[in-house]
């Protein structure tokens, strides 16, 4: 039986409505781990050098070709930790949806230490961490899931920098 959702009720379950879920994907970075929809990320591809961008910030790596479109690829570390990641043996790049839908810029590529993986979004397996220090920047939630340390990257304000800057 398929259930139809109301647009007002809330995306993860919650006592008055137990039982809904969303597909997520964990991207895993150094020390932490990025929380996007499963709907974002368009593909996983294993690491490849980047071409460098002239007079590029810090968290943009470079640009990589797929698809016969060149993709900017960001470490996310950068915005956490203030330092970006160097690539590992098992590193990939994980190409998600740019949801501002700017057609110049269509795809962002998250480095990644390794394999992403599915998961499965609800109140059960989902904390939001309550902190005193500043968010930081890309950023619009801290959170656990299941128990890891994770953060939700705020997409629409990192595909505008990447945007200014390509």
């Known amino acids: 039986m398929i259930r139809e959702i109301s647009l007002d009720e809330p995306a993860v379950s919650t006592p008055k409505n137990p039982g809904i879920e969303l597909r997520g994907v964990l991207l895993p970075l150094q020390a932490t781990s990025l929380l996007l929809p499963n709907v974002t990320v ?10 460098p961008v002239e007079n590029a910030p810090g968290w943009l790596r470079g640009l990589v070709t797929w698809n ?3 993709i900017p690829v960001i470490s996310f570390e ?3 930790h203030q330092e970006a990641a160097d690539a590992g043996y098992r590193a990939r790049i994980a190409l998600c ?3 501002t839908g700017d057609p110049r810029l269509p795809y962002i590529g ?12 609800n109140d059960q397996t989902v904390a939001e961490v ?12 801290h959170i656990t899931y299941n128990g890891e340390d994770a953060w939700i990257p705020d997409m629409d304000k990192l595909a505008d920098e990447c945007a200014k800057i390509l």
């Open 78 to 80: 950068y915005f956490v």
């Open 130 to 141: 309550h902190f005193q220090e500043i968010a930081p920047q890309m950023t619009l939630k």
């Open 110 to 121: 998250i480095l990644c230490k390794s394999i992403p993986r599915l998961a499965r979004v």
């Open 97 to 99: 949806h740019n949801i």
């Open 42 to 51: 368009v593909e996983v591809i294993g690491f490849r050098e980047e071409d």
């Open 68 to 70: 016969q479109r060149r």
